[in-house]
Structure formats: C-alpha cells, structure tokens
C-alpha cells in the first residue's frame, strides 16, 4: 500500500513535469512560426523617458550560462540564478549619459540582492552613476525598503524615496560559518585533511565545530577595511560625518523607540531618506516629471535591458586598430571546460590562446571575480597567460570582488595587478580534502576486501580508507604546491619567497592591505586596468578594447534569441506565472540554497586533490 501510494505521488510529478515541458515547448514553437513571419521590433526610447535601473539578483561580471530552455523550465520552478551583468548597467548608463531622450535615472532596488563579495561592483556603479549626474541629468533612487546593499547604490541618488511602511537598517558586514566536525564523527565519517598556511581556514568546517582564532582574526582584518569604504561611501552621499552614521548604527534600538518603531520616520529624520512616498505617489510624482505613457498608464521609462537592445550595435563591426582584450574569469575555477559561470581551466586557457594568436591583440587584461578552486587548472591559465607574454603581449590582471587563493593564483605572474581597495584577495594557500565512509559502511555490515599487485592499488577507496603511505603522498604534494605557488608569487611581484610566506600563510587580504603588501601593484577598476595595458603596451590612446568569449553556437543564439522576444512580449512570462500559481517561491528558494553547497562539491575535481580556494565568500 505504501509504495503504491508513493508510486502515485511520483507519476502524479512526472505527469506535471512533461505538461511543464509540453506547455514551454508549445510556446516555443508558436514564437519560432511567429518569429518566421514578422521581423524583430527594436524598443523604443520616448523623448524624454526615463531610465530605470532595476537589477535582479546579484551584480555579476558575467552572467551563469544555461542552456535556454533549461533557463526557462527554471524559471518556472522559480529556481533559476537570479544575475544582473554589471557590464550592462555600465554601458547602459555611459549611452544614456549623453542621449538627449533620456532626461532623468530611476534607481529601482527592490529586487537587488548582496553586497557582501561584490562592494567594488556598487563602487564602480556609484562612480558611473556620478558621472551621469555630471551631464546635467537627476537621479533618483525609489525602495519598498532598503538593505544595507541596496541603500549603498540608491545612496548616491539625487534623491532617495521610500514606501512608508519600510524599512532602512544596517547590520554591518560579518557572517557565520556552518561547521560539520562532530555530525560527521557522529555518522563515522572521516574527513581526511592535508593543507599548508596557519590562516587556510577553507577546511575548518569539517574539522572543528568553530571558527578558529587565526581565521577570526584575518575575517575581522579584511571585514573592517570593506566597511570602512562602505561607511565614507554611505555618509559622504547623504552629506553627513562617519561619526553621525556610526551613531545611527550603534544607537538604531533608541532612536527606533524614540519615534515609536517608525523605521520609515526615523530615516527621514536621520536624513539618510528625502521622502516617504507609496507606490502610487511615487509614480505620479514621475508622470508630472516626465509626462505618462498612457499604454503603460505609467511614467514615460524604458529599462536598462531594453534600453541597450535599442542603442547598443547588433553586431560589433570589425577594426584594424591595435587591441586590449578582456577576458573575463568568474566563478570557482575547475579542471576542464566549462561555460560561463564557472572558471574552466582548458576553455579558459582557450579565450587566451585566441587573444594570444591574434596579431592585433597587444595585450591582454585578465578580469577575475574568483575564490579559486583546482590548483592543475590554475596553472593551465597561468601558463597560458605567461606563453602570451613570452610572445610579446603584456598582461595586466584586474581583480572584481574577489580574487583570492586560485584567483590570485591565476593573476600572480602578470606584468601589472590592479585591485579595488574592497577586494577581497590573498588567501595565498592550498589545501587537499578527502572524506572516506568505511566506519558507517562497517557498522551496516558493509565491507570491503581485495588484492592489488602494489601497495598502490589499494591504497586510496572512498569505502576503505587511505593508507598513511597515500596520506604522505598527498600532504607532500600540498608542500610542493604551497612552495610553487610561492615562488609564482615572488617571480611576479619581485619579493623572496621568505616576504612571500610571511604575508602568505592563506591569509585573506583586502585590496588596500594586499596593495601595501606588495601582493597588487595599483588600486583601481577595470578602466584603470585597461588603460594601464595599453600604456605597456605602447599602443597610445587611439585603441580598441574587445572582450573575448566564448562563442555560441547558431542553435544557442537561434533559441536565446526567440526566447527574449518572447520574455519582451511577455508570452512566456504568461506560461511561467501559471505553472508556478506563485507556489514555488519558498521551494525554489530551498532548493537554490541546496544547489550552492552541493556545486560545491562537485566543481572538487582537481586530479591531484590539490585545492587552491579561499571560500570565503558567503552569500
């Protein structure tokens, strides 16, 4: 009765999941005879409208590939990675800048997530958003209400609005840990760790049940310094001292008290919101602004996305000018091949050997937004990116949010590093992590047993254990890589490997730290870093910049492409919101959190078990 009960519950999912499936491909296939017989329409941009930036999700170098459809039956189960490119919000406010139907930015923060690794990614947006004030144009910021990430964006507004019942607080940065020590004592499993670095805290989950104070230390060190940027951020856009928003932080519960729980008033009255506004009131308030789109029965706007299908080239045209290229490494860094999201080594080291052969390419700007990962295939980029300069090309790395263990890994023996002051870089370390499951299997009555013709062929099973013979072998390859990555580190910035080892240790560094170590040569972003390039390269200033990636195939372009017109019609939206019923979101979110920890573990697959990451990063 039991299994036939669960048997129905099982068709009953399998059945919804193909009428899923059903529905989108149906979908899909009416948009492709539609798409065969009417041409594409272009947005359009009213005279004076409005811009809205409205990211969602997490700001992104690069945006996790999928595979199209597989983005959509995502969405659907409302599961799918929320990314915001911050390279498309940079270009749309740089077009909309100087575009004379664009009279006012409307900052939308709602639907933003994160701060914690990507503080430089807000910096180079507030920079951006401060120079498109400069042109004469207002910004304003508008909010339900604000997280401590959002608010520091919708901060640098003109003007910044709140819905009233909202709220504005600021937790600081900080963040704990889980620690898996005694549940897995408890289940008999046997984490068998080998590392070199006092600070190479990657692996303390599964060997303490505590943070430990070497790790507390280097977190409290690199955390400072990034809230100390937020803080001179936060107060120097809403014109007050540190001292007065350090006020607000500690004293919140009193003055939250003092206005009987009204968040909404007290941010107005602090100064940190110019005004309660409803959604309502907010969009008339825009209407008088910028006139009304009666279609929309709302302000004249147009969104980033649309707005740059509008102003952005189709197709980028070829030039016979020298080259800086970009390649952009985000993610955790694997062995093999892999699209964007995640750091292949061979596919990367692919994107490099093509700017490499190209005779316009003078020099080649790494951007890297990476914990790290395998230490194989950070070496399979490094050695590419040196084959580059022994052929002539300079290379520059520019480090985002994160460029730490791997990551700095990757960058070490380039003619120049830049960092922002809020990168988070360093961690200077390796470690190797093999769990074996013999004791829960024995206590199941589980065995194993077997010959081999060395003492070799035995020596490692996941079932049995490791012999202290393969334990020595592997700890002694984490020696020679920490002495590897050592003399990488001091080759390319010009210090004994003894300066090296004592800043090293898998510290985590802030940007600004690493800087006054000698670990980056100069702080600055992406710009600054591609200037830099040319400047070495002495190409002058009439050059081009040309980002290398990897190249879609005709299929993959054919079907993003129909299903972005699709998603602009709002014909697929329309098939999503009915098979979620608004039913997924919690699940969704369950299985998104899910998902991280177990990619995790799946990306382990350096062939030497020999791990180069700091995973120090929490979202």
Same mark, same amino acid.
């Given at each position: 009765?039991?299994?036939?009960?669960?048997?129905?519950?099982?068709?009953?999912?399998?059945?919804?999941?193909?009428?899923?499936?059903?529905?989108?491909?149906?979908?899909?296939?009416?948009?492709?005879?539609?798409?065969?017989?009417?041409?594409?329409?272009?947005?359009?941009?009213?005279?004076?409208?409005?811009?809205?930036?409205?990211?969602?999700?997490?700001?992104?170098?690069?945006?996790?590939?999928?595979?199209?459809?597989?983005?959509?039956?995502?969405?659907?189960?409302?599961?799918?990675?929320?990314?915001?490119?911050?390279?498309?919000?940079?270009?749309?406010?740089?077009?909309?800048?100087?575009?004379?139907?664009?009279?006012?930015?409307?900052?939308?923060?709602?639907?933003?997530?994160?701060?914690?690794?990507?503080?430089?990614?807000?910096?180079?947006?507030?920079?951006?958003?401060?120079?498109?004030?400069?042109?004469?144009?207002?910004?304003?910021?508008?909010?339900?209400?604000?997280?401590?990430?959002?608010?520091?964006?919708?901060?640098?507004?003109?003007?910044?609005?709140?819905?009233?019942?909202?709220?504005?607080?600021?937790?600081?940065?900080?963040?704990?840990?889980?620690?898996?020590?005694?549940?897995?004592?408890?289940?008999?499993?046997?984490?068998? @760790?080998?590392?070199?670095?006092?600070?190479?805290?990657?692996?303390?989950?599964?060997?303490?049940?505590?943070?430990?104070?070497?790790?507390?230390?280097?977190?409290?060190?690199?955390?400072?310094?990034?809230?100390?940027?937020?803080?001179?951020?936060?107060?120097?856009?809403?014109?007050?001292?540190? +001292?007065?928003?350090?006020?607000?932080?500690?004293?919140?519960?009193?003055?939250?008290?003092?206005?009987?729980?009204?968040?909404?008033?007290?941010?107005?009255?602090?100064?940190?919101?110019?005004?309660?506004?409803?959604?309502?009131?907010?969009?008339?308030?825009?209407?008088?602004?910028?006139?009304?789109? +009666?279609?929309?029965?709302?302000?004249?706007?147009?969104?980033?996305?649309?707005?740059?299908?509008? @102003?952005?080239?189709?197709?980028?045209?070829?030039?016979?000018?020298?080259?800086?290229?970009?390649?952009?490494?985000?993610? +955790?860094?694997?062995?093999?091949?892999?699209?964007?999201?995640?750091?292949?080594?061979?596919?990367?080291?692919?994107?490099?050997?093509?700017?490499?052969?190209?005779?316009?390419?003078?020099?080649?700007?790494?951007?890297?937004?990476?914990?790290?990962?395998?230490?194989?295939?950070?070496?399979?980029?490094?050695?590419?990116?040196?084959?580059?300069?022994?052929?002539?090309?300079?290379?520059?790395?520019?480090?985002?949010?994160?460029?730490?263990?791997?990551?700095?890994?990757?960058?070490?023996?380039?003619?120049?590093?830049?960092?922002?002051? $809020?990168?988070?870089?360093?961690?200077?370390?390796?470690?190797?992590?093999?769990?074996?499951?013999?004791?829960?299997?024995?206590?199941?009555?589980?065995?194993?047993?077997?010959?081999? $013709? $060395?003492?070799?062929?035995?020596?490692?099973?996941?079932?049995?254990?490791?012999?202290?013979?393969?334990?020595?072998?592997?700890?002694?390859?984490?020696?020679?890589?920490?002495?590897?990555?050592?003399?990488?580190?001091?080759?390319?910035?010009?210090? $004994?490997?003894?300066?090296?080892?004592?800043?090293?240790?898998?510290?985590?560094?802030?940007?600004?730290?690493?800087?006054?170590?000698?670990?980056?040569?100069?702080?600055?972003?992406?710009?600054?870093?591609?200037?830099?390039?040319?400047?070495?390269?002495?190409?002058?200033?009439?050059?081009?910049?040309?980002?290398?990636?990897?190249?879609?195939?005709?299929?993959?372009?054919?079907?993003?492409?129909?299903?972005?017109?699709?998603?602009?019609?709002?014909?697929?939206?329309?098939?999503?919101?009915?098979?979620?019923?608004?039913?997924?979101?919690?699940?969704?979110?369950?299985?998104?959190?899910?998902?991280?920890?177990?990619?995790?573990?799946?990306?382990?697959?350096?062939?030497?078990?020999?791990?180069?990451?700091?995973?120090?990063?929490?979202?």
């Amino acid at each position: 009765m039991i299994g036939k009960f669960f048997y129905r519950i099982w068709k009953t999912i399998d059945v919804a999941g193909r009428l899923m499936i059903g529905l989108i491909a149906l979908t899909i296939f009416i948009l492709f005879v539609r798409s065969c017989t009417s041409g594409p329409d272009l947005p359009r941009v009213d005279d004076g409208a409005a811009l809205i930036l409205a990211p969602k999700g997490v700001i992104v170098e690069q945006e996790t590939y999928l595979d199209p459809i597989e983005r959509a039956m995502q969405e659907a189960q409302g599961i799918a990675p929320n990314e915001t490119s911050i390279y498309d919000l940079l270009d749309a406010i740089e077009y909309a800048k100087n575009d004379d139907r664009i009279s006012v930015m409307v900052i939308n923060v709602n639907s933003l997530q994160g701060v914690y690794a990507g503080i430089s990614k807000y910096q180079d947006l507030r920079e951006a958003i401060n120079e498109f004030k400069e042109s004469g144009k207002k910004v304003i910021a508008i909010g339900d209400y604000y997280m401590q990430g959002q608010f520091y964006l919708a901060s640098v507004a003109d003007e910044v609005y709140m819905n009233p019942f909202g709220m504005l607080m600021f937790e600081g940065l900080g963040g704990n840990n889980t620690y898996f020590k005694s549940a897995l004592d408890n289940l008999g499993v046997n984490v068998h @760790v080998f590392r070199v670095g006092t600070f190479k805290s990657a692996v303390e989950p599964f060997i303490r049940d505590d943070m430990s104070e070497a790790a507390k230390e280097a977190n409290r060190e690199w955390m400072g310094d990034l809230w100390t940027h937020m803080k001179q951020d936060l107060a120097a856009s809403r014109d007050m001292s540190v +001292e007065e928003f350090d006020d607000f932080v500690e004293n919140y519960l009193v003055k939250f008290e003092a206005v009987n729980g009204d968040s909404g008033e007290l941010a107005v009255q602090e100064g940190f919101i110019d005004k309660l506004m409803t959604r309502g009131e907010f969009r008339q308030y825009m209407i008088d602004m910028v006139g009304l789109n +009666e279609k929309k029965d709302s302000y004249k706007a147009i969104g980033h996305k649309n707005y740059l299908k509008a @102003v952005r080239p189709l197709v980028e045209l070829p030039t016979n000018k020298d080259t800086v290229a970009v390649i952009v490494a985000k993610g +955790e860094i694997v062995d093999g091949s892999r699209k964007e999201g995640v750091i292949g080594g061979d596919s990367t080291a692919r994107l490099i050997q093509k700017a490499r052969l190209d005779d316009k390419v003078k020099a080649i700007v790494l951007r890297v937004d990476s914990p790290g990962g395998s230490a194989f295939a950070s070496e399979v980029i490094r050695s590419e990116l040196e084959r580059a300069q022994n052929e002539g090309k300079v290379v520059v790395a520019s480090m985002g949010g994160v460029a730490a263990s791997g990551g700095y890994w990757i960058s070490a023996t380039s003619d120049e590093i830049w960092a922002h002051p $809020t990168t988070i870089t360093g961690s200077i370390g390796i470690f190797g992590m093999i769990p074996t499951f013999e004791e829960p299997l024995n206590k199941l009555g589980v065995h194993r047993d077997g010959v081999g $013709t $060395t003492k070799w062929t035995l020596a490692f099973d996941p079932m049995d254990g490791i012999s202290p013979e393969f334990g020595q072998l592997i700890q002694r390859s984490i020696e020679r890589g920490y002495d590897r990555f050592l003399s990488l580190v001091a080759e390319g910035r010009n210090m $004994t490997k003894e300066e090296v080892d004592q800043i090293a240790q898998g510290r985590v560094w802030s940007g600004e730290d690493a800087h006054r170590l000698g670990l980056v040569d100069q702080l600055g972003d992406l710009e600054d870093a591609i200037e830099s390039a040319a400047k070495l390269a002495n190409i002058g200033d009439d050059y081009a910049v040309k980002f290398i990636k990897r190249e879609l195939s005709a299929e993959e372009i054919f079907i993003r492409n129909l299903l972005e017109n699709a998603k602009a019609e709002g014909k697929l939206d329309a098939v999503i919101a009915q098979l979620n019923n608004g039913e997924t979101d919690i699940i969704g979110h369950v299985l998104g959190r899910a998902q991280k920890i177990v990619n995790i573990f799946n990306n382990f697959n350096d062939p030497n078990h020999v791990y180069a990451h700091c995973m120090c990063v929490g979202e």
